[in-house]
């Protein structure tokens, strides 16, 4: 499923094990073979896709990253005083890394490995990071968090936090969210710590304009999941012939995001051939919302514990410190 290539030295090794194009192909062909045709959200992330999400955490509608990093400054000490040292944090999605920034000088763990699929970004992203911090050793994963992988050697013996900020969390359907947290507590191992930031259920309006901002971000990043199959797969979606479009689902209790095709149109796909109505909806994300108690028992159900939790003063975000049993 993967091709394995490295490049190392003593406190930076890079190992990819981005899935291969065969494996890619089969999965899109599954979601778009589908009656309400589907896309997984880790094909929004190109290049270009990183620096549009990273666009979108800047944003005046977009409250999750902003409300996030206000409370990892308020409880970072709180967070290190229960964690201990010789710990190593593994972070799922790790884009523009600028969240384990705040936490880096706190924690002062001795490894950190970002896992991402976005392979360049994630790569670039590191090496500025090993130059930002010279006592930290970095071990970047090119990887499909939804699938398993193993950590890098090197980080064995140290005691690991995962860490899963952003509210990603809230991507996967519940059932899948409890099949990720069982994989992470398998990779994490008994005793492992996992800091997961959630974002909560609250006005619906204040949800649907994070998700549909009005310079139109979120719009181009949701689109660029065509521009990014055209060039991954040879495929040939004209972008023109589909618009964003994205809704609060008060029944699943989660912002659901889909492009729709504005015309009849065919797409190819290497061998293939997918058929679009006009008005058809391509699904492209789910963003669960949680309550905190129900988050907690997902993760229990899990074998995860709920050592710690804390929410901002408007309730918007929960931030939860798990540890695996
Ligand atoms: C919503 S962004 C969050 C980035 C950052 N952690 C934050 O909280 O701001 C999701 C990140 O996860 C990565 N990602 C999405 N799906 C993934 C997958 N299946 N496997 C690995 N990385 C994935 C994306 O490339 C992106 O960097």
Known sequence: ??????????????????????????????????????????????????????????????????????????????????????????????????????????????AYVPVDISGDYLLSNAQTLVQDFPELKIFPVCADITQSFALPAQVEALRPLGFFPGSSIGNFEPSQAVDFLQRVRTTLGSGGYFLVGVDAKKDISILEAAYDDAAGVTAEFNLNTLVHLNEKLGADFDVGNFEHFSHYNPEQ?????????????????????????????????????????EFITLAQSAQFDCLQSWQDANEWFSLFLLRAH
Do not use: W
């Open 1 to 110: 499923m993967t091709s394995s290539t490295s490049l190392s030295d003593d406190r930076f090794a890079f190992l990819d094990l981005k899935p291969d194009v065969d494996f890619v192909l089969d999965e899109v062909f599954a979601g778009l073979s589908l009656e309400a045709k589907s896309i997984s959200p880790k094909f929004f992330y190109d290049e270009r896709g990183s620096e549009l999400f990273d666009a979108i955490t800047q944003l005046p509608e977009y409250y999750v990253t902003r409300t996030e990093m206000g409370m990892f400054d308020a409880h970072v000490e709180e967070i290190a005083a229960a964690l201990g040292e010789n710990i190593c944090v593994i972070e799922y999605g790790s884009g523009s890394t600028k969240k384990i920034r705040r936490l880096l000088e706190a924690l002062k763990p001795e």
């Open 253 to 293: 209790g989660c912002i659901q995001m889909f492009l729709k095709s504005l015309v009849a149109q065919r797409v190819n796909i290497a061998d293939k051939v997918f058929s679009f109505a006009e008005g058809e909806l391509l699904h492209t994300e789910n963003s669960y919302k949680y309550a905190k108690q």
